[in-house]
């Protein structure tokens, strides 16, 4: 049997292995914070071995760095002993719903969502604090005591996560807020499939370096735009109108996301244009007629409609809708030639810059109809343009979407102002619309007021997707001068699992539509272990109490589960029901592919029972079993009836 570690991945002695793998002789000792023997890198043989040319010294080279950038990769690398309980009471449709509410510090989160979902993200939004001066941000320093934390005007929520005010008189300003981002987008990083794709929010405080950033993480050849996002005219400035918000896109592989994505979007209007048009066809084989009821049909639409925009695609022959673009051209090169009307035989009038190509091109475009001649050679030529080839444009990396209906759409949803600044809905629509995901996970480790949890549930009651939402936020108080606490509202996700409540009931009302408006939620703890199982080495005569148990006492059976879940890997979304065998409590996690008993003195008959079901994995407690007979006898149970299934105990 092996016995779980039941903390979250050491991405560090991970990364050691595998150089390990490549390169034995680089591979030494060193004593950690304990005083123990572990293995460490010899740097300077490795970057020997990576080199055709002596290595002596450092050299000056291309590289993003800050103060701070150390602790960084070794906060993102470094294991916690933490786990996820499962809230119950506060999810809707437990059951049967593959969304997930995630209450925590995102660095924590991530930390313990590394097994799981590595590697099956479709995407990820997020939009961090700005570092304007005003914005509390992450404090990642967990060996600071907390008592000298709050000394230094830090701010800790209700379950302990620590806060600061990242003011302009830091002499780490930028570097704190460059820390705290750095850490989350690496590992960030791994949780993208490899089709995946980031979109990060900014502003001008911080857009610089958060491009730098994300160049460093994601490579700079996987950029795919900056999209500028007008947010409506402000007046408060001295110069120009600071109105504009940034949105960063990264690929983790831009070939794959280029492949998969919607980069290219139909016309607005385009499909409901199309359906008019086959209508009329259908019914009248005259082309002038269907031009006139095509044009009737712009007339009375309303002035905002989106197929305003491709009104001009009026003109009717037998391959489609078309309009008349310019046939002249500005070179100077192509020579002058007679063009005949079809209809009079008589010379048309040229354009005053010529015409648009060669003779040889202009006759075969006339022969294939597509070129449209008025009543009469006075009328120059037009370029036939059908709607059918030009249905697609590229995406424009500008967003004009005044910001406050964001706010009055939350407002009216919630019935107070209850958060400020909320993303709008309809935007982070497009954006998943963008990546083409009907299917993947969607991930946003800042959460806020959970604006894009509305976006995913909207669009898949809109196209019938199936895409599932994961929604970190960290329980940061309410001011108890705000509207938010006086309604009620204690912290920010308490909001945002109410946005999601109220959004899911009134668009199941206005659409009908039968998708997952349900999540589970779940909140971010120290681990259900207690100090005694991660060192056991140092248990003394004070301490044998811990040894009747080494879990804590407050923590049941469905606490380990999740834990253990975490640890190999097993999505949080998994169906997860309990039976009874014997009196014993067995939880089994999608079907077979994990089967848990956590009681004590598990019975023989029991465990065939379990064994029986064929499990792809089992975890015990080291005290179900009796002595050391009892665990060798469900070692040899398990090699009779289920050789394949891998045994774990904690």
Same mark, same amino acid.
């Given at each position: 049997? @092996?016995?779980l570690?039941?903390?979250?991945?050491?991405l560090t002695?991970?990364?050691?292995?595998?150089?390990?793998?490549?390169?034995?002789?680089?591979?030494?000792e060193?004593?950690?914070?304990?005083?123990?023997?572990?293995r460490?890198?010899?740097?300077e043989?490795?970057?020997q071995?990576?080199?055709h040319?002596?290595?002596?010294?450092?050299?000056?080279?291309?590289?993003?760095?800050?103060p701070g950038?150390?602790?960084?990769?070794?906060?993102?690398?470094?294991s916690?002993?933490?786990?996820?309980?499962?809230?119950?009471q506060?999810?809707?449709d437990?059951?049967?719903?593959?969304?997930?509410?995630?209450?925590?510090?995102?660095?924590?989160?991530?930390?313990?969502?590394?097994?799981? =979902?590595?590697?099956?993200?479709?995407?990820?939004?997020?939009?961090?604090?700005?570092?304007t001066g005003?914005?509390?941000?992450?404090?990642?320093?967990?060996?600071?005591?907390?008592?000298?934390?709050?000394?230094?005007?830090?701010?800790?929520?209700?379950?302990?996560?620590?806060?600061?005010?990242?003011?302009?008189?830091?002499?780490?300003?930028?570097?704190?807020?460059?820390?705290?981002?750095?850490?989350?987008l690496?590992?960030?990083?791994?949780?993208?499939s490899?089709? $995946?794709?980031?979109?990060?929010?900014?502003d001008?405080?911080?857009?610089?370096?958060?491009?730098?950033?994300?160049?460093?993480?994601?490579?700079?050849?996987?950029?795919?735009?900056?999209?500028?996002?007008?947010?409506?005219?402000?007046?408060?400035?001295?110069?120009?109108?600071?109105?504009?918000?940034?949105?960063?896109?990264?690929?983790?592989?831009?070939?794959?996301?280029?492949k998969?994505?919607?980069?290219?979007?139909?016309?607005?209007?385009?499909?409901?244009?199309?359906?008019?048009?086959?209508?009329?066809?259908?019914?009248?084989?005259?082309?002038?007629?269907?031009?006139? $009821?095509?044009?009737?049909?712009?007339?009375?639409?309303?002035?905002?409609?989106?197929?305003?925009?491709?009104?001009?695609?009026?003109?009717?022959?037998?391959?489609?809708?078309?309009?008349?673009?310019?046939?002249?051209?500005?070179?100077?090169?192509?020579?002058? =030639?007679?063009?005949?009307?079809?209809?009079?035989?008589k010379?048309?009038?040229?354009?005053?810059?010529?015409?648009?190509?060669i003779?040889?091109?202009?006759?075969?475009?006339?022969?294939?109809?597509?070129?449209?001649f008025?009543?009469?050679?006075?009328?120059?030529?037009?370029?036939? !343009?059908?709607?059918?080839?030009?249905?697609?444009?590229?995406?424009?990396?500008v !967003?004009y979407?005044?910001?406050?209906?964001?706010?009055?759409?939350?407002?009216e949803?919630?019935?107070?102002?209850?958060?400020?600044?909320?993303?709008?809905?309809?935007?982070?629509?497009?954006?998943?619309?963008?990546?083409?995901?009907? @299917?993947?996970?969607?991930?946003?480790?800042?959460?806020?007021?959970?604006?894009?949890?509305?976006?995913?549930?909207?669009?898949?009651?809109?196209?019938?997707g199936?895409?599932?939402?994961?929604?970190?936020?960290?329980p940061?108080?309410?001011?108890?001068?705000?509207?938010?606490?006086?309604?009620?509202?204690k912290?920010?996700?308490?909001?945002?699992?109410?946005?999601?409540?109220r959004?899911?009931k009134?668009?199941?009302?206005?659409?009908?539509?039968?998708?997952d408006?349900?999540?589970?939620?779940?909140?971010?703890?120290?681990?259900?272990?207690?100090?005694?199982?991660y060192?056991?080495?140092?248990?003394?005569?004070?301490?044998?109490?811990?040894?009747?148990?080494?879990?804590?006492?407050?923590?049941?059976?469905?606490?380990?589960?999740?834990?253990?879940?975490?640890?190999?890997?097993?999505?949080?979304?998994?169906?997860m029901?309990?039976?009874?065998?014997?009196?014993?409590?067995?939880?089994?996690?999608?079907?077979n592919?994990?089967?848990?008993?956590?009681?004590?003195?598990?019975?023989?008959?029991?465990?065939?029972?379990?064994?029986?079901?064929?499990?792809?994995?089992?975890v015990?407690?080291?005290?179900?079993?009796?002595?050391?007979?009892?665990?060798?006898?469900?070692?040899?149970?398990?090699?009779?009836?289920?050789?394949?299934?891998d045994?774990?105990?904690?």
């Amino acid at each position: 049997m @092996n016995k779980l570690t039941m903390r979250s991945a050491d991405l560090t002695q991970d990364n050691i292995d595998k150089i390990a793998e490549l390169f034995p002789s680089v591979i030494t000792e060193s004593r950690d914070n304990q005083g123990g023997i572990r293995r460490a890198i010899d740097f300077e043989l490795l970057k020997q071995e990576l080199s055709h040319f002596l290595v002596e010294g450092e050299k000056e080279r291309y590289q993003v760095t800050w103060p701070g950038k150390k602790e960084a990769i070794v906060n993102a690398n470094s294991s916690i002993e933490k786990t996820l309980r499962p809230v119950v009471q506060d999810s809707i449709d437990w059951e049967n719903t593959k969304n997930l509410y995630i209450e925590g510090d995102n660095l924590e989160v991530l930390k313990l969502l590394q097994e799981s =979902y590595l590697n099956k993200i479709k995407m990820i939004y997020i939009d961090p604090p700005y570092n304007t001066g005003k914005d509390f941000i992450y404090n990642d320093n967990f060996r600071e005591p907390t008592e000298e934390y709050l000394e230094q005007s830090g701010q800790v929520d209700e379950e302990g996560n620590r806060l600061f005010q990242n003011t302009e008189s830091n002499g780490r300003f930028h570097s704190d807020w460059m820390t705290m981002i750095y850490t989350r987008l690496r590992i960030a990083r791994n949780l993208l499939s490899d089709d $995946g794709v980031i979109f990060v929010s900014i502003d001008e405080h911080e857009e610089n370096n958060l491009t730098a950033l994300m160049n460093s993480v994601f490579y700079e050849e996987n950029r795919i735009s900056k999209i500028t996002w007008e947010k409506g005219r402000k007046n408060d400035s001295t110069f120009y109108s600071e109105s504009v918000e940034y949105v960063l896109v990264y690929a983790k592989d831009k070939s794959l996301a280029s492949k998969f994505g919607k980069w290219r979007a139909k016309k607005p209007g385009y499909d409901e244009v199309m359906n008019k048009f086959n209508s009329l066809r259908k019914k009248n084989n005259d082309n002038s007629q269907i031009e006139e $009821g095509m044009k009737e049909f712009y007339k009375n639409l309303p002035d905002n409609h989106p197929a305003k925009e491709i009104s001009h695609f009026f003109r009717v022959d037998n391959r489609g809708l078309y309009f008349g673009g310019d046939i002249s051209s500005a070179s100077t090169s192509i020579p002058d =030639y007679e063009v005949i009307h079809p209809v009079t035989q008589k010379s048309v009038k040229k354009p005053s810059r010529g015409w648009g190509c060669i003779e040889t091109e202009m006759k075969r475009r006339i022969a294939e109809d597509r070129v449209h001649f008025g009543i009469d050679e006075t009328t120059i030529p037009l370029r036939k !343009i059908y709607l059918h080839e030009a249905q697609d444009y590229v995406l424009t990396p500008v !967003i004009y979407k005044d910001g406050r209906a964001a706010s009055m759409t939350l407002k009216e949803l919630l019935g107070g102002n209850y958060f400020e600044n909320p993303k709008d809905v309809t935007v982070l629509k497009s954006f998943i619309e963008y990546v083409g995901c009907e @299917n993947g996970i969607l991930l946003d480790f800042f959460s806020g007021s959970a604006s894009f949890a509305q976006a995913v549930i909207q669009l898949n009651a809109e196209d019938k997707g199936n895409r599932k939402f994961i929604m970190v936020q960290l329980p940061q108080k309410t001011k108890e001068d705000s509207e938010a606490f006086k309604a009620g509202y204690k912290n920010i996700c308490e909001i945002g699992k109410e946005r999601i409540r109220r959004a899911s009931k009134k668009i199941k009302e206005e659409t009908g539509a039968d998708i997952d408006y349900g999540f589970r939620v779940y909140r971010v703890d120290s681990s259900n272990m207690k100090d005694v199982y991660y060192t056991p080495d140092k248990l003394g005569q004070l301490n044998l109490d811990d040894v009747a148990s080494n879990i804590k006492e407050d923590r049941s059976g469905e606490d380990l589960l999740i834990q253990v879940m975490l640890e190999l890997g097993l999505e949080l979304s998994l169906p997860m029901e309990s039976k009874e065998i014997e009196g014993k409590t067995v939880h089994y996690i999608a079907g077979n592919s994990l089967i848990a008993c956590f009681d004590s003195e598990i019975t023989e008959t029991v465990i065939k029972k379990v064994a029986e079901d064929q499990p792809l994995r089992v975890v015990f407690r080291d005290s179900s079993f009796r002595d050391d007979s009892a665990r060798i006898n469900v070692e040899e149970l398990f090699k009779l009836l289920s050789p394949s299934t891998d045994i774990q105990v904690l």
